[in-house]
């Protein structure tokens, strides 16, 4: 087994439940990890065997695109996404989180988690 891991992918995105923050919209920070069995890649060094982390980041700017009132529902989606396209992915955990989220405070973000592994 092993583990990739995508960090830091910033994204500008209309989420939320307030009217503001789904017309002018808030950043994002997405981290993504994945597990998959990668020794075959690890040998061959053939790119056609591992799970390409530039699929991945497009399914989160794809997966992010799409307007939900809450973090978990995005995250979820991701999720669901990778599951569909990466037959390989045995395990996801996203992390999305709201930079400088309108709460009536001095925060610098807010993070929903959702960690799944494959159904057998």
Known sequence: ?????????????????????????????????????????????????????????????????????LLEHVAKRIIDRIFLELKEVSKVTVEVSKINPPIGGDVESVTVVLSFERPK
Request: net charge negative.
């Open 1 to 69: 087994m092993g583990k990739i891991r995508v960090n830091n992918i910033r994204i500008h995105s209309n989420h939320g439940c307030l009217k503001e923050e789904m017309l002018i919209g808030s950043d994002y920070r997405v981290d993504l990890e994945i597990s998959a069995d990668l020794s075959l890649p690890a040998a061959s060094d053939k790119l056609s065997e591992t799970v390409d982390y530039v699929h991945l980041n497009n399914i989160v700017k794809e997966e992010m695109a799409i307007r939900s009132n």
